[in-house]
């Protein structure tokens, strides 16, 4: 009855989706997945090798929830990225199948179309990459990757959901990371009140409309113009560049981050700058979750910064002539948080199409 009731879930979504056939030669009677996105989070590449299909993504949510990939088949990939919570986890570190915590916070997934590097050290240049590390990281999922498909192939229905989405009943690690790929790629948050905003759709509170101008704004106190200096790496409408910084969390490294990927001393302490979309619902802050508010956040890139090699020359702006520390007031702070409250879409954390299919 399992089986069925999957393929009863393809069927119904195909059937519900646009009719237009992909171009892609890994299987010609896919339906391409209707992408939905606002102008103003700009273009994006998806890889030519594994495009965005209703019969993929739809995959990829069962096996984005499918405990058979864990080791013990106790945990699954949403098991540290909950959907009600942005889809990371509010642990400070994620526990694996064997008991051991890590030592990162899980990163939110949103929007990741627009991003092209992920973990906290960039080590994954893709998501088809990103999608397998946790299967047969130790501390995570614990299986060999030939485990995990002997598991899925020895079902009664993944060779034929795996058909129907690229074309061959044999399952392989590939195509198990592609299907994830994709509904990762589905994961488009783009209607919170700043959207709306946006749109011509809401009006901003005072507070929010203040915060919004600090956030976008470097500070030049030469010039009289305050700002909280967030905007510089937490770019644009999509609210992070998804480049890396050492943001001054601290003088003396307990995790290289960029480093231990690059092997360059300039990049010690450098992480992926994280979207701050939905960012009410992903606490705890930073990759190691030392943070547990957002007033916690502001105090520390306002008042305690810590000087190193690689710290981030931005890192260095105030709203003071000659001052060493950004200088926000308290008022200034909470205009701020109550502007990063605007991002949050409600929506997106609680979507039927993103959530546990098996439920």
Not at 79 to 100: E, K, L, P, Y
Not at 283 to 308: C, I, W
Request: hydrophobic share 35%; charged share 20%.
């Amino acid at each position: 009855m399992k089986g069925l009731r999957c393929i009863s879930l393809v069927m119904g979504i195909v059937c519900c989706a646009c009719s237009k056939k992909s171009n892609t030669e890994v299987n010609p009677s896919v339906h391409a997945y209707p992408i939905a996105s606002p102008s103003y989070f700009g273009d994006y590449k998806i890889p030519a090798d594994n495009p965005t299909t209703v019969e993929g993504a739809t995959l990829g949510r069962m096996l984005f929830y499918e405990p058979m990939l864990s080791g013990n088949n106790t945990m699954t990939c949403a098991s540290c990225h909950v959907q009600a919570n942005g889809f990371t986890d509010t642990n400070r570190f994620s526990t694996g199948i064997d008991g051991i915590k890590g030592t990162r916070n899980s990163m939110a997934i949103s929007n990741v179309l627009w991003q092209n590097k992920f973990f906290w050290d960039g080590r994954a240049s893709s998501l088809e990459i990103q999608a397998l590390g946790p299967i047969e990281n130790p501390i995570e999922l614990h299986q060999p990757l030939s485990a995990a498909v002997a598991k899925l192939q020895a079902t009664n229905n993944y060779p034929g959901l795996f058909k129907m989405a690229f074309g061959s009943e044999t399952i392989t690690a590939d195509h198990i990371a592609k299907a994830i790929a994709q509904f990762e790629r589905t994961l488009i948050s783009s209607n919170s009140k700043y959207d709306q905003y946006l749109r011509g759709e809401a009006v901003l509170t005072e507070s929010e409309a203040r915060g919004r101008a600090l956030f976008f704004t470097h500070p030049s106190p030469e010039n009289n113009l305050r700002g909280g200096n967030c905007g510089d790496c937490h770019t644009g409408d999509l609210a992070g560049n998804g480049a890396f910084h050492n943001n001054g969390l601290d003088a003396v490294f307990q995790d290289l981050g960029l480093a231990l990927h690059t092997n360059n001393v300039y990049d010690e302490g450098k992480f992926k700058t994280p979207s701050l979309r939905n960012v009410g619902y992903t606490a705890p802050y930073m990759h190691d979750g030392r943070f547990n508010t957002l007033k916690q956040v502001l105090d520390h890139y306002n008042e305690h910064v810590k000087t190193s090699l690689t710290l981030d020359p931005l890192m260095s702006a105030t709203n003071t002539v000659g001052a060493k520390s950004l200088e926000l007031t308290e008022a200034e702070k909470q205009d701020i948080i109550d502007f990063l409250g605007t991002l949050n879409d409600e929506s997106f954390v609680t979507n039927s199409k993103f959530s546990n299919p098996f439920k």
